[in-house]
């Protein structure tokens, strides 16, 4: 079946720190990748995307490539703030379209 | 961009209520809505995947006659919690596709806080 494997948290990082959330999935045939962002109280929003292999979707300073042949799509940021604080969810659509996430992940950013 | 209205954020009622949420897509129209549950500190778990004009498709566990789905326009699907309890206390969240755009990424409410007293 379909499944998305994240980077267990919480992670805690410094202001301007370099932040990498690993994303490895399985899906028949060429899934489209997502992840979405949850801020506290909030719901989901959608951050970045990549919908083929090799596409990097980016957003916010937020970058992920879409790796085929490592079956992953991890999320990174050069230089996190505060504001970043918040759950990261990876997510897929196979070719059954019905959306799979990730179990999040939490970051909080001290300054 | 694409906006999706849930309503209420924020609901506390007493046990055996029934509790009605709204999903709307402000400015698309969305034939399948989705509705998930989310625990805290947790991921989403898809509950039902709501169709316009048909029967709501429920994931296995979920009990239909507790959750009722409707989705009677292409911009407004409800979930209704029927006799509520405790353990139904949760976060919902709605989202919702595109017409036609079956590859393309949902757009999400807000989430309602459902607490049951």
């Known amino acids: 079946g379909n499944s998305v494997t994240q980077m267990e948290g919480p992670v805690t990082l410094s202001e301007e720190a370099f932040l990498t959330i690993n994303c490895t999935y399985t899906?028949?045939?060429?899934?489209?990748l997502f992840w979405y962002v949850q801020y506290p109280g909030e719901g989901l929003q959608l951050l970045l995307k990549a919908t083929k292999a090799d596409d990097k979707g980016s957003n916010k300073g937020f970058e992920a490539t879409y790796r085929k042949e490592t079956t992953s799509f991890h999320l990174e940021k050069g230089s996190v703030q505060v504001s970043d604080s918040a759950v990261y969810f990876c997510a897929l659509i196979p070719n059954d379209y019905k959306l799979s996430f990730g179990a999040g992940t939490t970051v909080t950013v001290r300054a | 961009g694409a906006v999706v209205s849930q309503h209420p954020s924020w609901v506390i009622c007493k046990s055996g209520t029934s509790v009605k949420i709204e999903c709307r897509s402000l400015d698309f129209q969305a034939t399948t809505m989705f509705w998930y549950r989310q625990f805290p500190k947790q991921s989403l778990m898809l509950m039902a995947t709501?169709?316009?004009?048909?029967?709501?498709?429920?994931e296995q566990g979920v009990e239909k006659d507790k959750f009722l789905i409707n989705h009677a326009s292409l911009t407004l699907s409800t979930l209704t919690v029927t006799s509520a309890h405790p353990e139904d206390s949760s976060f919902y969240i709605c989202?919702?596709?595109?017409?036609?755009?079956?590859?393309?990424?949902?757009?999400f409410g807000d989430g309602t806080r459902l607490s049951i007293l």
């Open positions: 989202s919702a596709r595109k017409t036609g755009m079956s590859n393309q990424p949902q757009h």
């Open positions: 899906a028949t045939g060429y899934p489209s």
């Open positions: 709501s169709n316009e004009g048909s029967k709501a498709t429920y």
